[in-house]
């Protein structure tokens, strides 16, 4: 049995990382879920992996929910095993966790183990180097004062209290949850689409979209 050993870093600070077993035909949601156990990181959020992240030509997203109208463009985690993207040592992907705070990871396939040790469950965390930033620390929260009037709106209208964040430059740990709680309570028919704000709770017409 052939196990794959990824290297997770954080793009913006790769001295942190850790290195993750896994069978090549395990799904991408189960690496998800084990690369968030790695970093201590509570689930709930919108996460993705991206082919050739930033790339507009060859960019493929895979989801972790339904996010895009077109049926035929979703590619979902749970439909994708890792060895369809991760066949060769270095391939890579782009994971974000957190639309918000753009948690940014790099995946690499660093070796191919043809002998693994028995008994092993996988996947399994086989090191942790450096310490992971705290998920809600106050330094990383989104800070409000360079979104549109439709970003604006759509975060007050996301938040029980209606808070004016028009007249508050950052989002406190508090805030970020509440937000978060939110994302996750609404329908698959729910788009966003700046453009097209309407009022109630997130919604928008998608109709050009």
């Known amino acids: 049995m052939t196990i794959y050993r990824l ?8 001295e942190i990382y850790r290195l993750i077993d896994i069978k090549p035909e395990d799904n991408l949601e189960k690496l998800h879920r084990t690369i968030l156990k790695s ?24 989801s972790l929910t339904d996010m895009n109208i077109e049926e035929d463009k979703n590619v979902l985690m749970r439909n994708i095993k890792v060895k369809e993207y991760l066949k060769n040592v270095n391939d890579n992907l782009t994971y974000i966790y957190d639309f918000l705070n753009m948690w940014t990871m790099d995946v690499v396939l660093q070796k191919k183990l043809e002998n693994p040790t028995a008994g092993t469950k996988y996947p399994a965390i086989i090191k942790s180097i450096g310490a992971s930033p705290a998920q809600f620390d106050s330094e990383n929260n989104l800070f409000t004062e360079n979104l549109s009037e439709e970003d604006l709106l759509m975060l007050t209208d996301l938040m029980p209290s209606k808070k004016n964040f028009s007249g508050d430059p950052s ?29 109630g709770y997130g919604r928008y017409d998608d109709d050009d979209y």
Request: charged share 45%.
């Open 7 to 14: 290297k997770i870093s954080f793009a913006d600070n790769p």
């Open 39 to 62: 970093v201590k990181f509570e689930e709930g959020e919108l996460a993705a992996f991206y082919v050739d992240y930033g790339i507009k030509k060859s960019e493929i997203e895979i």
């Open 171 to 199: 989002l406190d740990d508090d805030d970020l949850k509440r937000i978060g709680e939110e994302f996750m309570n609404f329908d698959e028919e729910d788009d966003f689409h700046d453009d097209n704000y309407q009022t």
